[in-house]
């Protein structure tokens, strides 16, 4: 019989590094030709959407769909994962925190990649949830020695710092400005709300990695055309998914400072296919919409423990 997880379940059994390796090699995979991931869809609801996504990992025999309404309150979201060879229902699943966890761990992945390897500075934009599990990824691909923060609430980005520095005990600041958060930043992320960019590309250091990551849709820009036009490599999780949710890209392509040629996805730099780094110098950017695979290799993971522990809720038949 098929499982039903809880929130709880999923934060037990889904810790950062895990889920680190488990988008790696999804990501490997799709780079191969070894996933099958299909692009957001959406439903207009008088106060909202519904979203859905779908994905197959065809090595793992697992396929399954990620659902949630956003609009009008809190979203909540739900895995569904089958056996894709029997057809079986495995698990219905609580998914916020496995969105969460499985976000960062793309940025983290992109980061491993395409980060110089001695990075140690990062300036993180935005202190919400999803802040949290960006900034956790990054700390375990690379020496972080000190994170600078901003938002635009002082009391938010405050209470962020002293959390953050006393999770990962890291040096972790609070600053007032945008221009003090990115200068000198070997990391740079964005995870924030905004339909502006953020940062001023133009301030990026040579050598900086930009992970932007806070944004699906294509009425939203967090970084800024400076940003598109000064990365020797654009990664995207997913070309298909790019081309209808980037904002940024989208924005560039229409002004011609962008082709669609230019981006790859990020699994063929996981999978040697191309370098993510093609000088000490060269700024990169990572463009994450999320995509479904993810999700997939994220979920069965957590199915997998949930079994071999004897955790969550038996369906019924």
Not at 35 to 60: C, D, E, F, K, W
Not at 185 to 211: C, M, Q, R, W, Y
Request: with cysteine.
């Amino acid at each position: 019989m098929a499982l039903w997880l809880t929130e709880k379940d999923v934060r037990e059994l889904l810790p950062m590094d895990q889920c680190v390796q488990l988008v790696e090699n999804v990501f490997q995979q799709a780079g191969q030709g070894q996933t099958v991931n299909q692009s957001r869809r959406r439903i207009r609801l008088p106060a909202g959407y519904q979203h859905v996504m779908n994905a197959a990992v065809l090595g793992s025999g697992a396929v399954g769909l990620k659902a949630y309404v956003s609009g009008g309150g809190p979203s909540r979201s739900v895995v569904v994962l089958w056996d894709s060879e029997s057809g079986a229902l495995l698990a219905i699943m609580q998914a916020q925190r496995l969105g969460q966890v499985r976000t960062g761990a793309a940025s983290g992945v992109a980061t491993k990649y395409m980060a110089r390897p001695d990075a140690s500075t990062v300036g993180l934009f935005g202190t919400g949830n999803q802040a949290i599990t960006q900034l956790e990824a990054v700390c375990a691909v690379r020496p972080v020695r000190q994170v600078r923060c901003y938002s635009r609430t002082p009391e938010r980005r405050e209470t962020f710092a002293r959390r953050m520095a006393s999770t990962l005990k890291l040096d972790v600041r609070p600053v007032s400005t945008a221009d003090e958060c990115v200068a000198g930043a070997d990391i740079v992320i964005a995870i924030t709300n905004s339909s502006e960019p953020v940062f001023n590309g133009e301030k990026l250091k040579p050598g900086a990695h930009v992970n932007a990551a806070g944004s699906n849709s294509w009425t939203r820009r967090e970084v800024d055309e400076a940003t598109v036009r000064r990365s020797s490599l654009v990664a995207v999780d997913d070309l298909p998914q790019a081309k209808v949710e980037c904002g940024e890209l989208i924005y560039a392509v229409e002004r011609g400072i962008f082709r669609w040629e230019q981006a790859v996805e990020l699994g063929e730099v996981v999978a040697g296919r191309v370098p993510g780094r093609s000088s000490d110098d060269a700024i990169t950017l990572f463009e994450s919409q999320g995509i479904a695979t993810e999700d997939v290799v994220a979920a069965l993971h957590v199915y997998s423990m949930a079994r071999e522990r004897g955790l969550g809720t038996e369906l019924p038949a």
